[in-house]
């Protein structure tokens, strides 16, 4: 599962204007796997949906390269590009379903395209219609039905011609919080059950927690910071990084504590510490206690969950020597997890 299926190498693009320039995307580099879903994160106006239109063609780089499947897609003929397109799905904030159309024939409209017979479209729409949770509704309208349904919609057509890539700009960002959950749910079914890669955009992080394994972060059209969601989440480095994180993951000690802490200052460090996956469940900070001499008192904790992984975040006061510190702090690098030393 760790082969490429999309390489994205030093990838440039400035949108010029009579009196004016500005770049949009810089130098970007970006190699994302079969079987990934693969978030694209930004304020507005960083880049993402530039950047996702180009591994559809849809915008053209002024310079670097795009390859899906080892071709570069950067200045094939229409004909070549439409065949690469037929492997690409794309998914919209604002649907883009035809309103005098059935949901029917909503779907349909990829596979007419395509030229499969009547016979051949019904039976792939009855399929899609299942998948998606919408048997029933093929004769409705797009106006009599919910957002979350429009979506599901949206996403049926997507997939009609089956593609290997899905791409999704803002597919949740007009829903509600509960129906934003079951979209999502519907797009890790994607993944799961057709095996189909997925990008999405969006500029919120609670997305990416629950439905990626891997973020890109992108800044002023640059990419600032990208790997894997769970060490991200638990290891941020950028300033944006981190204040994407913040905002889902509680790590602040409560201002009440840190008062009372000031008064101390200097016996003690303060360190936090990421638990994930294969260490959660270690007795680390019993062995601390035990193994190198040292107090410690848990002054604030988080439980997250990321995917399918739980995040634990804990903040230790740790009361000794300097010598003390620097062999727990050795410990805790030794067993492979992530800390850091947090000041007030
Ligand atoms: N076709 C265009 N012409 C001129 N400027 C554009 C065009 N498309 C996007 N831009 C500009 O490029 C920047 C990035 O846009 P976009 O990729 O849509 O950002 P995002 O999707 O992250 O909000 C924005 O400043 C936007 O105004
Ligand atoms: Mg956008």
């Known amino acids: 599962m760790t082969e490429p299926i999309i390489n994205i190498s030093a990838l440039n693009k400035t949108f010029k204007s009579k009196d004016s320039s500005y770049k949009a995307l810089d130098n970007i580099s970006l190699s994302i796997n079969k079987g990934d879903i693969y978030g694209l994160i930004g304020f507005s106006g960083a880049g993402k949906s530039t950047l996702l239109r180009m591994i559809n063609a849809l915008e053209i780089p002024d310079s670097g390269k795009i390859e899906i499947d080892g071709q570069d897609i950067v200045g ?42 009547k016979k051949q479209i019904h039976n792939r729409v009855t399929e899609l219609l299942k998948f998606v949770g919408l048997e029933g509704k093929e004769k409705s309208f797009p106006d009599e039905l919910s957002g979350g349904q429009k979506q599901r919609v949206g996403i049926a057509r997507a997939l009609a011609n089956h593609p290997k890539i899905l791409l999704c700009d803002e597919a949740t960002s007009a829903l509600d919080p509960d129906t934003t959950e079951s979209i ?48 991200i989440f638990s290891n941020p480095k950028s300033a944006i990084a981190r204040r994407f994180v913040e905002s889902v993951i509680p790590s602040k000690i409560p201002s009440g ?3 009372e802490l000031k008064k101390y200052k200097g016996s003690y ?14 007795d680390v900070i019993w062995q601390i206690n035990n193994r190198l ?52």
Do not use: P, W
């Not at 159309?101 to 395509?114: D, Q």
């Open 76 to 117: 094939l003929s229409d004909r070549k590009l439409r065949s690469i397109r037929k492997q690409i799905g794309m998914v919209f904030q604002e649907f883009n379903l035809l309103e005098s159309k059935s949901v029917y024939e909503n779907i349909a409209i990829a596979l007419k395209i395509n030229r499969f017979d």
């Open 184 to 231: 999502l749910d519907l797009l890790n079914k994607v993944n799961k059950e057709y095996g189909i890669t997925i990008i999405f955009v969006t500029h919120t992080i609670r997305v990416i927690q629950k439905l990626c394994n891997k973020v890109a972060i992108l800044e002023n059209g640059k990419l600032v910071e990208n790997g894997n969601v769970i060490d």
């Open 257 to 259: 504590i840190v008062n």
């Open 269 to 282: 460090r303060l360190i936090r510490i990421f638990f994930h996956a294969e260490n959660a469940t270690d």
């Open 293 to 344: 001499n040292v107090h410690t008192n848990v002054m604030f904790a988080s439980v997250s969950e990321i995917r399918d992984v739980v995040l634990s975040v804990i903040t230790l006061q740790i009361t000794g020597k300097q010598e003390d510190f620097d062999r727990t702090y050795e410990y805790i690098r030794s067993l492979g997890i992530s800390f850091e030393e947090v000041n007030i």
